[in-house]
């Protein structure tokens, strides 16, 4: 089963941090391993398989989850969160590429040397429009690899079309995001308040979200967004870098 990470209080990403079992109620933990002989003695109904590990609180207090884990969702579940939403909806893109570009007929016109940022709005643009008109904000930071894998470049290259409807979207080099040890997963943060975790498969596709307003989960969203929001770079501007180094 995957690992996901919660959050770590160690500077130099050493240790302690705390890791979900996906598809489990359970959480791993890591940290130094207890060998005070005094404290050992002390323990109860210990197993053989048992280990003991020595975490500070603020690492529990800051990211241990506080509710039931998440149960996963078709990605329609959050449809209306796109209207509804108060103030801002905000995305981490981290993979990369995404089946569901692949399979659009706009991948194969990008192939094929068409510019697809001016096609005719669609759905989404439309409904980012009109909430961004309302005085909400859409925004997004994708991790992008260097050199950009092809679905990183054909998202550069549909972005102006997003960014004319009122997103603001900006782009963070995938070694800085490591460096800022963001999340290596995918969601979006509505209000400061829901997260919508994916789930996708080993090809790209959606499998659906983890949904949940657990005060530790959104903690740990808000700061990915602030960090990343701090050292993302606007999508034009972005685009301008990779193809001066083409």
């Known amino acids: 089963m995957a690992l996901r990470f919660i959050g770590t209080t160690s500077d130099d990403g050493d240790c302690p941090t705390l890791y979900e079992i996906e598809s489990t109620d359970e959480i791993l933990v890591q940290g130094d391993r207890e060998t005070d002989p005094e404290h050992l003695v002390q323990l109860r109904?210990?197993?053989?398989?048992?280990?003991?590990?020595?975490?500070?609180?603020?690492?529990?207090t800051r990211y241990a989850p506080k509710t039931e884990a998440a149960k996963l969702e078709p990605f329609s579940s959050i449809a209306h969160l796109f209207r509804e939403f108060r103030h801002t909806a905000w995305r981490l893109e981290t993979r990369r590429g995404y089946a569901t570009d692949r399979r659009s007929p706009r991948w194969t016109r990008w192939q094929e040397?068409?510019?697809i940022a001016t096609d005719p709005a669609n759905a989404w643009r439309v409904n980012v429009a009109e909430q961004t008109a309302a005085g909400k904000r859409f925004e997004r930071v994708r991790?992008?690899?260097?050199?950009p894998t092809e679905g990183q470049r054909f998202l550069l290259a549909s972005a102006p079309g997003n960014v004319a409807a009122g997103e603001d979207i900006r782009n963070l080099s995938r070694a800085r995001a490591e460096q800022l040890r963001l999340?290596?997963?995918?969601?979006?943060?509505?209000?400061?308040?829901?997260?919508a975790r994916f789930a996708f498969d080993t090809d790209d596709n959606t499998l659906g979200v983890y949904v949940t307003d657990d005060?530790?989960?959104?903690?740990?969203a808000c700061q990915a967004r602030d960090a990343a929001w701090h050292h993302a770079v606007p999508t034009q501007e972005y685009a301008q870098r990779v193809a001066s180094t083409v």
């Not at 991790?143 to 050199?147: M, Q, R, S």
């Open 45 to 60: 109904d210990v197993k053989p398989s048992e280990t003991f590990v020595r975490v500070p609180r603020s690492l529990l």
């Open 215 to 220: 005060p530790a989960e959104v903690l740990a």
């Open 183 to 195: 999340p290596d997963y995918d969601f979006w943060l509505f209000d400061s308040r829901i997260v």
């Open 113 to 115: 040397g068409e510019k």
């Open 143 to 147: 991790l992008v690899d260097d050199p």
